[in-house]
């Protein structure tokens, strides 16, 4: 005996369209990338996120095992988060340094 089909009704979430969620990265299909115009913040702001998940990663394994070089690569990831800093004020044409 067969048993009859499930109807899928579109989502009343207006966050989701049709049950999948409405965000950019749902727009795209996995392993293409974003198009984005060379002087758009999207590559930067992606890198930043990466930096902070390196220096989570860091953070658990000096937590596990205390090391001089495990300071030393989070002093550079921090380092490098600077400069992500000073490329992000550029691509968005504010002053490089407001307080």
Do not use: W
Not at 72 to 95: S, T, Y
């Amino acid at each position: 005996m067969m048993r009859p089909r499930k109807r899928c009704f579109p989502s009343n979430d207006p966050g989701k369209v049709g049950g999948v969620p409405r965000n950019d990265e749902a727009r795209y299909t996995p392993g293409y990338a974003h198009p984005v115009r060379e002087d758009d913040p999207y590559h930067t702001v992606r890198t930043i996120g990466r930096v902070c998940q390196m220096l989570l990663e860091l953070r658990d394994e000096y937590e596990r095992r205390p090391r001089a070089d495990l300071l030393d690569q989070i002093e550079q990831r921090l380092n490098d988060l600077v400069g992500l800093r000073v490329e992000l004020r550029e691509r968005r044409n504010l002053p490089a340094h407001e307080e």
